[in-house]
């Protein structure tokens, strides 16, 4: 192993004298669970070529998180997770302060072999701040939206109306809020918290919660999404769906094997008819349960991991560089949006026979050269399939397509239209 310069650490599985290893930067070399980092890949031209995902470790072995698929020279923006781990009871570990590294391994032109590159990352705190975002809800009318944050404060902006916050009723929730959802009217919303906790706010009807029905689920809860009919499902880190009052139950990703590789779940999103549900796991794949485009399926289908979908299910903004955060289903329930912790837009078609084809692209942060200040950690979509919405971590707000810009919380925002 060879100390290089800045604390990058390189380590080859082949004899030095065979090749070079290629060498794996991360930039900053700290900071906290949910920060951003920056990693590039480089190697001596013709030595090294068909990295793989980098991988997130403990220094001391145990737990891994997938980034996204890479080559040579390639920047990606990763979101240090919160946790790691495949699906099962105990499985998921929490990323505690200390010693971790980043890894890449590449095929060596010069020999046939691979070669496996680190560079050394420290965890310096595991928890969130109370004013870090988590997620975003729309009003009907499409002309408001509000905003979450860790701690359980909602900002409500246009015609979305304030209906109160957990801070504000002093009431301090057990774990981290991790997602919002309002209800179908617009007249309330819901909280929902790691360990599955919910709470409700205006018209909004408490149908029960994880805690309250002595239900301990096996890894965190990342998301919250409304039933037409009063009721909602949360999702879980390991794809598991907990269906709540008239939300009915189509399955989930522990009944088909889990999540791909050991890249967790990280939201749901449900059609307007509430007959179908769509999870999103980091790695860019999707599945979908239900009655979907007309096709009772449960087929996964979304961004193939490592690598770029095909032209025929999906419209890109550049290629797949950072982790996926989140997932708005188009009101027309025939296909998904996701989106990256940079902003990138990715455009699938759902898996009904040949898939159906794409929802409209209306823009990324990366097609139109911005870098935002914050991770993106959610998306909505706007009425009549027209244009969606980004939030950012810092509360930031961007716009494209029909969805209008109505203000963020103290970060960046964009309105952009073609």
């Given amino acids: 192993m060879v100390v290089l310069a800045g604390g990058m650490l390189a380590a080859s599985t082949t004899p030095a004298s065979a090749t070079v290893p290629a060498t794996v930067s991360v930039s900053p070399s700290a900071g906290p669970v949910g920060s951003v980092v920056r990693i590039s890949v480089s190697g001596p031209s013709g030595e ?39 699906p099962g009871p105990g499985q998921f570990t929490a990323v505690t302060p200390g010693s971790y590294v980043f890894r890449v391994t590449c095929g060596s032109m010069a020999t046939g072999g691979l070669v496996t590159s680190s ?12 004013s870090r975002f988590v997620g975003m809800a729309t009003m009907p009318t499409g002309k408001g939206y509000w905003l ?24 301090v929730s057990t774990a981290p809020i991790t997602g919002i959802a309002a209800t179908p009217d617009g007249k309330g919303y819901w909280l929902v918290s790691a360990d599955g906790g919910v709470f409700s706010f205006g018209d909004a009807r408490f149908c029960g919660s ?50 791909v590789g050991d890249a967790p779940f990280v939201d749901l999103g449900a059609t307007s008819d509430g007959g179908a549900y769509y999870e999103a796991a980091a ?17 996964p289908f979304g961004i193939p991991f490592p690598g770029v979908p095909s032209p025929s ?5 550049g290629p797949l560089t950072s982790l996926i955060t989140g997932i708005a289903v188009t009101p027309s329930g025939e296909g998904v949006w996701l989106v990256g912790a940079d902003g990138g837009v990715f455009s699938v078609g759902a898996p009904a026979g040949n898939h159906s084809a794409p929802p409209p692209f209306f823009g990324s942060l990366p097609s139109v050269g911005v870098v935002p200040s914050a991770p993106i950690v959610g998306m909505a979509a706007a009425p009549g399939d027209t244009g969606y919405w980004l939030v950012g971590a810092d509360g930031g707000v961007f716009a494209f397509g029909s969805a209008g810009f109505y203000g963020s919380a103290g970060g960046s925002g964009l309105r952009w239209q073609d």
């Fill in 283 to 299: 790695t860019g794949w999707s599945v979908g349960y239900g009655n979907i485009a007309n096709a009772n399926t449960n087929e």
């Fill in 148 to 171: 979450a944050q860790v701690g359980g404060g909602v900002f409500s902006y246009g015609d979305a109306p304030f209906y109160g916050s957990l801070p504000g009723d002093g009431v």
């Fill in 119 to 130: 560079a050394a990352f420290t965890v310096t705190t595991s928890a969130l701040p109370p």
């Fill in 313 to 317: 299910t999906s419209q890109l903004a």
């Fill in 48 to 86: 090294s070529s068909g990295c793989t995902g980098v991988t997130f470790a403990r220094s001391a072995g145990g737990g891994t998180a997938l980034a996204p698929g890479t080559e040579n020279g390639v920047v990606g923006r990763f979101v240090v997770p919160s946790f790691f781990g495949a």
């Fill in 210 to 259: 994880l805690p309250g029905d002595g239900v301990v689920p096996h890894a965190p809860i990342v998301g919250i999404t409304a039933d037409p009919a009063g009721g909602y499902w949360l999702v879980g880190a390991d794809g598991g769906v907990f269906a709540f009052g008239p939300a009915r139950f189509y399955g989930s990703a522990p009944g088909r094997g889990g999540p």
